[in-house]
């Protein structure tokens, strides 16, 4: 795997060039590597143990990757969960194959009597609640990382007009929630998910910005039909996502019906994954406390930012390799480079490096050639496109990644699109035979991130793992330029990281 064959086969080889000159008492000089006139060795290609990987996304959206799927891509970009699919529960495999999903999970909610969705109890005292308050509720919620439960629908049935002019061509008889056949949030189609029923389910970095459903009688995505509830159940404070129905269509008559202002024909339940209490979400409060400049400032994704995570794999028993994993998140307007300083003989093939030395060539020369990739993002409605790239340039003192093409309106179109902005991951490659982990974290930790333009804020990310949510030991520090200062350390509670705030 990675090579290794294939460096079985030049050690075969090169001992046969050997064993030949032997053999033939040395009246023949064989080399694996010729020199022409100048002296220079024209048949030495050094190249890296294995060619780095590359994924770009946006959001839970895969834009491009070069990566097969192997174990090394298992837990990229993993955004949906449904814990009905983990009767198992927690277990080492979950732990290294999906540590977001093994941090989280203890907070799933429970099934009830209403099995996967909340117990008929919740359910007739949410739907009074909501008929009682009509028009009430909030269109923002900050979570981003977050348990679903479905409540369900009302079932109510409304009793509506075709028009024509000023006549009414006919009439028929909607019943709201046989009609909401699936819901978006931001964006991503929530899968299994309809107003009669849904899974219970981990929702990963899928911002609450914008709630959409799916009108299966007009075959139209409604917008703007949402509100957040913050309604008190048990002495509890619980939050939920409530839709009110509402279609237009044309049938030898207009109906355009903007709903009722009750926002009880379909309901989803929405609990914070790390466990913490429900806050009322932006504008359902008419006196909300006034905002700390010091707090919304702290709130990073307010902000324009740039958040690195430069990550080793863990140890595997059989076939082992060593990657390091680098995510770039640009919520910024700017370019990002990082450069991590591994010396050659570490990311370099070692059969390549032994033929250098052996014929004592001066190692800067033979260096593995850049590598590039090059995606095309399009806005489908418009045919607007933007070219984006990522470039791993290998040198002798390190391995240098730049990213290169965001631009204002790309980042606006990013966040229109998907809620986010473009992460670039990039795998790179060691030779396990030339060094171990515990020598390579030390120089990871050395690894620095610049910007052509500079954010507000830059976030170096720690991931929280196990059950005692302690810190990744394999995560990296990853330094900005000394203009940036601290400005706030994470800690586990209540946003389930680590994570080192810079500013300028």
């Not at 977001?100 to 429970?110: G, K």
Request: charged letters at 20%; a negative charge; aromatic letters at 14%.
């Amino acid at each position: 795997m990675y090579s290794f064959m294939f460096a079985k086969m030049k050690q075969t080889m090169l001992f046969f060039c050997v064993a030949m000159t032997t053999l033939l008492g040395g009246t023949i000089v064989t080399s694996c590597a010729d020199a022409d006139e100048t002296g220079q060795f024209t048949d030495v290609e050094v190249k890296a143990v294995k060619a780095p990987d590359f994924k770009l996304y946006s959001g839970k959206t895969v834009l491009a990757t070069t990566m097969e799927a192997t174990r090394a891509d298992v837990q990229v970009n993993v955004n949906y969960f449904k814990i009905q699919d983990w009767g198992g529960g927690k277990s080492d495999w979950m732990r290294d194959n999906y540590p977001v999903l093994y941090q989280y999970f203890d907070n799933a909610p429970a099934q009830t009597d209403r099995q996967e969705q909340v117990s008929q109890a919740e359910y007739d005292f949410v739907m009074a609640y909501l008929a009682a308050h009509p028009n009430e509720g909030g269109t923002t919620c900050d979570l981003t990382t977050y348990f679903i439960q479905n409540v369900g629908s009302s079932y109510d049935t409304y009793h509506l007009a075709f028009m024509n002019g000023d006549e009414v061509h006919h009439t028929v008889d909607i019943t709201g929630g046989n009609f909401m056949d699936f819901a978006e949030l931001t964006g991503t189609h929530i899968n299994d998910y309809n107003a009669t029923w849904g899974p219970r389910a981990l929702c990963v970095d899928i911002p609450l910005t914008s709630a959409r459903y799916h009108d299966s009688f007009y075959n139209l995505t409604q917008e703007n039909h949402y509100r957040f509830y913050v309604i008190e159940y048990e002495g509890k404070n619980n939050l939920y996502l409530c839709y009110d129905y509402a279609t237009t269509k044309y049938d030898n008559g207009l109906l355009d019906y903007q709903g009722d202002g009750v926002y009880n024909d379909w309901v989803i339940k929405i609990i914070p994954a790390d466990g913490s209490e429900v806050t009322v979400p932006g504008g359902s409060d008419p006196n909300p406390d006034p905002v700390d400049p010091e707090q919304e400032e702290y709130n990073f994704y307010g902000k324009d930012h740039v958040e690195v995570n430069l990550s080793v794999n863990d140890k595997h028993d059989e076939g082992d390799w060593i990657h390091t994993k680098l995510s770039i998140h640009v919520r910024a307007v700017t370019d990002v480079e990082v450069f991590i300083p591994v010396s050659q003989d570490y990311y370099c093939d070692a059969d390549d490096m032994a033929i250098v030395i052996s014929h004592s060539l001066e190692l800067e020369k033979y260096i593995p050639q850049p590598s590039t990739e090059t995606f095309t993002i399009t806005n489908d409605e418009t045919a607007e496109s933007w070219t984006v790239s990522a470039t791993v340039a290998f040198e002798a003192g390190g391995i240098r990644v730049t990213t290169q093409g965001m631009t204002a309106e790309l980042q606006q179109y990013l966040q229109g699109k998907y809620g986010d902005g473009l992460t670039f991951e990039v795998w790179n490659y060691y030779n396990v035979n030339a060094i171990d982990r515990e020598t390579l974290k030390p120089y990871l930790d050395q690894s620095t991130v610049t910007f052509t333009s500079d954010p507000t804020l830059y976030v170096n990310a720690f991931a929280a793992l196990g059950e005692d949510d302690h810190k990744n030991p394999w995560d990296c520090t990853v330094t900005p330029p000394a203009d940036y200062s601290v400005y706030r350390e994470r800690t586990v509670d209540p946003h389930g990281d680590y994570d080192v705030i810079y500013k300028k």
